[in-house]
């Protein structure tokens, strides 16, 4: 087995480590998008009320009830904050999935390298030995034509 044929193996085998970590980092960057929609929903959820608040304002509510449309939007409130929260902890996750993949990229590039430069050696390696046999031959029947022309 050569050199290539070896580092071949370890290539693959960074490769597929590589495309797991890009799954990974892919499915990490998913959730980031979902936890920030569902942001954006208690936004909207948020602003709905408040509208709906400041609307019966004009229509006479009743102190209690007022007093529940105020509790409950500090009740979403809070929810945004935590989803604030959630948020920036997939990034954060996210952002560490990414850089394990990148760094799996660079070192599959690396062996991909390592494997072409090793696959030319080789070539040329072969190409010398190739020559190298068909002047021997060459040689030899000069010395065979050399000797039956005595």
Do not use: C, P
């Not at 980092?25 to 936890?35: F, G, I, K, L, W």
């Amino acid at each position: 087995m050569t050199r290539s044929s070896r580092m071949k193996v370890v290539h693959n085998y960074a490769h597929t480590k590589e495309t797991e970590a890009a799954t990974v980092a892919s499915s990490s960057r998913t959730v980031v998008e979902q936890q920030k929609d569902r942001l954006t929903q208690l936004h909207d959820y948020r602003q709905e009320y408040w509208t709906k608040l400041v609307n019966s304002q004009s229509t006479r509510f009743n102190a209690a009830s007022l007093q529940d449309y105020r509790i409950f939007i500090s009740r979403i409130d809070q929810a945004i904050e935590q989803q604030k929260q959630v948020v920036n902890t997939a990034e954060q996750d996210h952002h560490v999935k990414q850089q394990d993949w990148m760094q799996k990229r660079t070192k599959a590039k690396a062996i991909e390298t390592v494997v072409t430069n090793l696959e030319e050696k080789e070539r040329k390696h072969a190409q010398k030995v190739e020559q190298k046999a068909m002047d021997e031959q060459g040689q030899k029947v000069r010395i065979k034509l050399y000797e039956t022309s005595d």
